[in-house]
């Protein structure tokens, strides 16, 4: 659905190691972290002789590198959002990563059920079980099983035997989740859930909201998917680029201004065949990857949306995927054929 290089020209990439984390196939710089080491020295003294100055930050979550930067002209203002934009990011992570095995998600995939379920848990799957139902269950957080049993396969150098693939398939369903304020319920034993195809563009929706609590409007936000919001400390818009795949560092694309969110579900993320056929995003319906497409970015109004749709659009594929982000105002969709 990773970075402290600083991000301009290129963004830093994520380190993926575990169930379903994408790829970072936006490089969120070009006007991020470094959009200031990328200018020239006197638009660095007219930002400062406006008072304006940039904060930027880097730390680890969801097991790659996260970061915020902020402009203002308050030290202390901006230090006081920096630090809540990061405890943000820490709660959803302690809500809902599979990075960390004391997560609110990590026990309930352990035990089955989770009484008195964390809001923030609660607010993902609860829209990760609205978004199944709109994409006709293309959507699927209950598609954990298939990465367990791709990443072992792999790991033999084998694909999943058809029974095996079977088998697994037979503990996906989305339907089969039970929600409710006082606990969440997992309907059989081997069932399991992943939100790694929209944690992290929720945790920019929630630091986003920690750093606009405190007044600043000016922010990059980089949590693996992308929040912007204002202008830079010289008063130009913010820019994404989007990374062509299989180019290593190359640019397909260049967002410019870049408002709002986006996110990006990618085929080389984590792949489980040298061609790139398999890989760690799954069709519910078939147990493997789909296979028009090398990736889907999303721009939308919130983080959430944005990965959402995409993982949602990249099973779909080009046509039933456009049909789908276009049902939602404000979203965008560009899809990539598979390279």
């Known amino acids: 659905m990773s970075r402290p290089t600083k991000p301009c020209p290129q963004a830093l990439r994520p380190r993926l190691r575990a169930p379903a984390e994408r790829r970072r196939v936006l490089l969120g710089g070009l006007g991020a972290l470094a959009a200031l080491a990328a200018t020239p020295r006197a638009l660095h003294a007219l930002a400062a002789a406006q008072g304006r100055r940039t904060l930027g930050r880097a730390g680890l979550a969801f097991g ?49 059920h989770l009484p008195d379920p964390d809001p923030l848990l609660l607010e993902q799957l609860r829209f990760a079980l609205d978004l199944a139902g709109a994409s006709g269950g293309a959507f699927d957080p209950t598609v954990q099983p298939l990465w367990t049993l791709w990443a072992a396969s792999a790991a033999r150098g084998e694909r999943p035997a ?55 409007a000016d922010a990059f936000i980089d949590t693996g998917e992308f929040g912007a919001g204002g202008r830079n400390a010289v008063g130009a818009g913010w820019r994404l ?25 990618g085929d080389d993320a984590t792949s489980f065949s040298a061609d790139h056929r398999d890989h ?32 949602a659009a990249f099973v779909l594929g080009p046509e039933a995927g456009a049909a789908l982000v276009a049902r939602y105002p404000g979203c965008t969709a560009r899809f990539t054929a598979k390279v």
């Open 241 to 265: 680029g989007l990374a062509a795949p299989r180019r290593g560092d190359g640019i397909a694309e260049v967002i410019a201004p870049f408002m709002g969110f986006a996110a990006t579900s």
């Open 64 to 112: 790659t590198t996260v970061s915020l930067t902020l402009v203002g002209s308050d030290p202390d203002l901006l230090e006081a959002a920096m630090r809540d934009g990061f405890r943000a990011i820490r709660a959803v992570e302690a809500a809902a990563s599979l990075y960390r095995p004391d997560s609110a998600l990590a026990r309930l995939n352990r035990d089955g």
């Open 280 to 311: 760690h995003i799954f069709d519910p319906a078939t147990g493997t990857s789909p296979r028009a497409l090398s990736a889907v970015t999303v721009t939308a109004p919130s983080g959430l949306l944005a990965d959402g749709l995409s993982t």
């Open 162 to 216: 058809p029974a095996a693939l079977a088998a697994a398939l037979a503990h996906v369903g989305w339907r089969d989740v039970a929600v409710s304020g006082r606990a969440i319920r997992l309907a059989r034993p081997g069932m399991g859930l992943t939100l790694n195809g929209l944690v992290q563009g929720y945790a920019a929706d929630r630091a986003m909201a920690a750093v606009w609590a405190h007044g600043i």
